[in-house]
Every structure is written in C-alpha cells, then in structure tokens.
C-alpha cells in the first residue's frame, strides 16, 4: 500500500510539473467599436487652377443693357466655366468718350496687364484690331464682327492668330420683323438704325424680309400695304452733338402713325419711348436688340428681342488659347435650331416679350419652325432699293452677297448709303 501511494504522488507530482512549463493562453480583448467620424482622412490637396487673363474692349458701357452689356456677360461665363479664368475689360471704348485714344492703344495697356486673349467687340475696332494684330503676331486676338480672316471676303488679311466670330443675326432680325408684322395695327413698323455700313444694312434687310412673309403668310395682309422705314442716327449709341437723338427719332416715328419700332441700335430708347406712348393712350410696341433681358426696359410694350449669346463662342476660343491651340478662324454663326434660346449652345437667339399676343406668339413659333427647316428669306426675286436686281427668280444668295448687300431692299424707306 505504501509503494502504491507513493506511486500514485509520483503521478501527480509529474503532471503539476508538466502543467507548468506549458505556455500561458494569450489575452483575448474586444476591439473597440470605431464609429465612422471618428476616422479622420487626410485633405486631399487640390491643385489651383493656372490663372487666364483675357482682355475685353467694349465700345459702349458694360451695363448699357444692350450689344456691350451681352458681352460683357459672354466674359462672365468665360470666367464661370473655364478654372482660372479672369476677365479685364475697358468700356466706352469709342471715339466720342476716349477722343485721342485708339482702340488698339487700349489694348496694348490689358496686354500690360497680363492679358493672353484680347477681344475688339465692335465693327467700328475694325482697323485697331488689324493694328494691334500686326504689331503682336504672337497674341490670340478676336474682332467681333468684321470680316478680316475671311477667305472669301473683301477685305482678308493673313494674320496668323487673328479670329473673327459674329452670330447669324439676319435670323434674329427676321423673327424681329415677323413679330412686329404680327402686331402692328397701323401697317407701318419704324426701324431706328444705327450708322449705315454692310452690316447694318443687311440687318435691317433681315428685319424687313421677315416682316413682309409674316404680313402675308400669317396676318393675311397684302405685304404691298406695309411701310418700313429706317432712320439711321449716325452711330450705335446716341452721342449728343454728334448723332441724331434716338429718343427724338423714336418719337417721330410715334407721332407720325408708326406704332412698331424694331431697333437696331445699342440701346434701349426705342422701347423706352414705346412705353411712355402706351402710357398716353397710344398703340405702341417695340423690338429692341442685342441683350437677352432688354425687355426689362419696358415689358408691357417689348414684342421680344433678337439677342446675342457670346459666352460659348468667348469660351471656346479662350480654351484654345489656355490650350495653345488658337488659330486663325472666321465664323458665321447660326442659331442652335433645337433650342434657339438655349444659353450654352445658340450663339443667337430670341426672347419673346409681354406685348406679343397668345395669337402672335403662335404664329412666330410656326416661322421660327420654318427657318430651322430650311426657310431662306434671302430667295429671289428680289431687287435693291433703286430697283436694280439683286437676285433673280429662285435665285439664293450667296453668304458675300448677303454680308455685302451694297443698298436696302426695294419696298423699304431710308437711305441706303451715307451722305
């Protein structure tokens, strides 16, 4: 018995030994629940953008809620969607503010300011802009209006970054006339020109052309029975002591049974004095021009406004310029016919006012149909103001024989040439 428990202790003593030289277990401890604000990343860094400076010359004021205010706002977009993007601009940039002062020397100081893209927005920079181009090759440079890099026009020059971009504003004008045929009660529509060069004689013919087809093919009119006449007040702004007053003009028109006014000019006095007429008992309505929100000057009379959408055509080529792909280029821009008035795509367009009619409204909406479908009022047979022929029966013009058209069309009052 002794030998049996003194083996069994031997047992036991081994298995304690045994036990103890085994490794401890390892500490099992819950990970902490991590919340996901608690997990702080690190800021990824976003590189600025390259700064872009273009240079903008624009000959009236920058809010004259006409042509510069549309492009000074096309300058706005640029910088709205093109990363690094900043516009400088002079305004006023016209003979009568800056006597002594060229357009072209005023772009030499943007250019001193850091300036890559220099644009001219008037056909009156015209010859600046050519000056300015050939004493810096090596600048982009864009002339709104003007025919300089044109191949096939007049006047070409070869200039190796020197562009040339204007919207197909004959349809604006078109749809101008159309609704002013719509509305008028008189039968007679007053057009306040500007001063008279190729531009603006084609422009004015537009309006025309457009007026005419409407008077017959939607007011049911003999278009023999409509009067249309221009007065051209010597520039595109009223310049006092140098121009003819527009306010004046515009009320001569009112008073002499004119109860439309298309405008043709910069500014908005047409619409104003249209307004002011209304007031007094008058049928009155007017068409003003250039600027999307014209109508602002006067709703209760504007029929709606052929307008000018520089943003797209501003931004492109100053993408090309940051690029280093500008090149020399001239367009002629027509409107986006899926959306005329769609901002990021139509370089023209036009923005329906209160004074037209649910009735006229309608009927514009079928000649804008018409145009985008291929309806070109620029068919023969027409003839010039002196009745000399300008396009034979079923004859279709040419784009230098519509740019360059040398008279206004016959039917129509007004000089056709400056004395």
Request: aromatic share 12%.
């Amino acid at each position: 018995m002794k030998r049996l428990w003194l083996f069994v202790s031997l047992l036991v003593l081994a298995a304690m030994l045994l036990a103890a030289c085994q490794p401890a277990a390892p500490e099992v401890t819950e990970a902490p629940e991590v919340s996901p604000t608690d997990v702080v990343a690190e800021p990824t860094a976003v590189p600025e953008a390259e700064e872009f400076i273009f240079g903008m010359l624009l000959v009236g004021p920058y809010n004259d809620h006409g042509y510069s205010q549309a492009h000074y706002e096309g300058g706005l977009y640029v910088e709205e969607n093109l990363p690094g993007a900043k516009m400088i601009y002079i305004d006023k940039v016209n003979s009568a503010d800056r006597p002594g002062t060229t357009p072209a020397q005023l772009a030499e100081d943007l250019v001193s300011k850091g300036a890559q893209l220099i644009i001219f927005n008037s056909d009156d920079m015209k010859d600046s802009a050519v000056e300015f181009a050939q004493a810096h090759p090596d600048v982009p440079t864009i002339h709104a209006s003007g025919d300089t890099s044109w191949t096939d026009g007049k006047n070409y020059i070869d200039l190796p970054l020197f562009g040339n971009s204007f919207g197909r504003m004959e349809y604006g004008k078109m749809i101008a006339g159309c609704s002013a045929a719509l509305t008028t009660q008189s039968g007679q529509i007053g057009y306040l020109g500007p001063l008279i060069n190729d531009e603006t004689r084609r422009l004015a013919s537009s309006a025309y052309l457009g007026a005419k087809y409407c008077y017959e093919k939607y007011a049911g009119k003999d278009p023999a029975d409509l009067s249309f006449k221009v007065t051209w007040i010597g520039f595109w702004f009223n310049i006092p002591g140098f121009t003819s007053d527009p306010t004046q003009v515009a009320d001569d028109f009112l008073n002499s049974g004119y109860d439309v006014i298309i405008s043709g000019i910069d500014t908005t006095e047409g619409l104003v004095q249209a307004g002011k007429a209304r007031e007094a008992g008058k049928d009155a309505w007017s068409v003003p021009y250039d600027y999307v929100a014209a109508c602002e000057e006067g709703k209760e009379v504007c029929l709606g406004v052929p307008y000018f959408n520089w943003g797209p055509v501003y931004l492109k080529q100053a993408q090309a310029t940051k690029d280093g792909t500008f090149a020399s280029y001239f367009e002629w821009l027509a409107p986006d016919w899926t959306d005329i008035n769609n901002h990021d795509t139509s370089p023209v367009g036009f923005m329906k006012g209160e004074g037209l009619s649910e009735e006229a409204s309608a009927s514009l909406e079928l000649f804008v149909a018409e145009l985008a479908g291929g309806l070109n009022l620029w068919t023969g047979p027409l003839n010039l103001q002196d009745g000399s022929a300008y396009l034979a029966e079923g004859e279709v013009a040419t784009d230098v024989q519509v740019w360059y058209l040398p008279q206004l069309l016959e039917g129509m009052e007004g000089q056709s040439v400056s004395e």
